[in-house]
């Protein structure tokens, strides 16, 4: 995971990074998940709502697959194009609006990216705190550098520990 490669003669980047922060969930997580499940599932049938009720046990049964999953290490790269992640999407500098890296801990920053689509608006992607300066070097080439806020989703996202 330590993979990491800086050519500035050709104005490029690339690293390998987990494609999220995986942290460990407790038993406790998992009962409080379960139990939030059920009581949502009590208002539901209260409701006499029977397809919310499936809704729910479906999206229970994916949340607890889902918070045991180990994230993937991808190779993300950035260079005279854009950005692309593991040979498998790559976003031009058109598709782009602007960027910002702060940083998570000792090993990895988060690089933003702002979007211009509707459905995707912010790329969120781990870098290695080594490759961070270059690539931020090689972004103010092609987009503005602004401060991007958490959202409500995001800090939910937090709390909710996934």
Do not use: C
């Not at 407790?26 to 499940?37: F, G, M």
């Not at 194009?81 to 031009?92: C, F, L, M, P, T």
């Amino acid at each position: 995971m330590g993979e990491e490669t800086i050519n500035l003669k050709t104005e490029a980047v690339e690293w390998d990074a987990p494609e999220f922060f995986h942290r460990p969930k407790t038993v406790s997580w998992y009962w409080l998940s379960v139990i939030a499940a059920i009581i949502i599932l009590v208002f539901a049938w209260w409701q006499k709502n029977i397809f919310f009720g499936f809704f729910i046990i479906i999206a229970e049964v994916m949340l607890i697959y889902f918070a045991g999953q180990e994230p993937r290490v991808l190779k993300f790269s950035i260079n005279e194009r854009g950005v692309a992640i593991d040979n498998y999407k790559e976003y031009s500098y058109d598709a782009l609006e602007d960027f910002s890296i702060r940083r998570k801990n000792e090993e990895f920053s988060e690089l933003i990216i702002k979007t211009k689509s509707h459905l995707n608006r912010h790329l969120k992607i781990l870098i290695q705190e080594k490759s961070a300066g270059a690539a931020k070097e090689i972004l103010s080439k092609h987009l503005p550098e602004v401060e991007h806020e958490d959202s409500l989703l995001d800090a939910l996202h937090e709390l909710s520990g996934f």
